[in-house]
Nanobody
Framework: QVQLVESGGGLVQPGGSLRLSCAAS????????MSWFRQAPGKERELVATITSAGTGTNYADSVKGRFTISRDNAKNTVYLQINTLTPEDTAVYYC?????????WGQGTQVTVSS
């Protein structure tokens, strides 16, 4: 079965950086685009970044352009999200997502808290 397991979140000071990871299994990882979403307290889940199956194309939400970088390692079945210059507004649970044969799968999420 499809499984997505995020890691790498934590408490970081404003201006800091984190690298989130999402380890995937149960499907042919290199054949599918992957996405990162986030959900802040009291807000709807929002799309942060997407990467194509081969990793040759990326898209970002306007709010994170220039600060976030999505990448993937198809040999390791893992997608990453490098997040830099963090602000308190980036505090959220970060999720990875994949759609496989018409069904959408989510990981359990990893908490990112930005606070001094």
């Amino acid at each position: 079965q499809v499984q997505l397991v995020e890691s790498g979140g934590g408490l970081v000071q404003p201006g800091g950086s984190l690298r989130l990871s999402c380890a995937a299994s149960g499907f042919t990882f290199s054949s599918y685009a992957m996405s990162w979403f986030r959900q802040a307290p009291g807000k709807e889940r929002e799309l942060v970044a997407t990467i194509t199956s081969a990793g040759t194309g990326t898209n970002y939400a306007d709010s994170v352009k220039g600060r976030f970088t999505i990448s993937r390692d198809n040999a390791k079945n893992t997608v990453y999200l490098q997040i830099n210059t963090l602000t308190p507004e980036d505090t959220a649970v970060y999720y990875c997502r994949v759609s496989v044969t018409g069904k959408t799968y989510w990981g359990q999420g990893t908490q990112v808290t930005v606070s001094s």
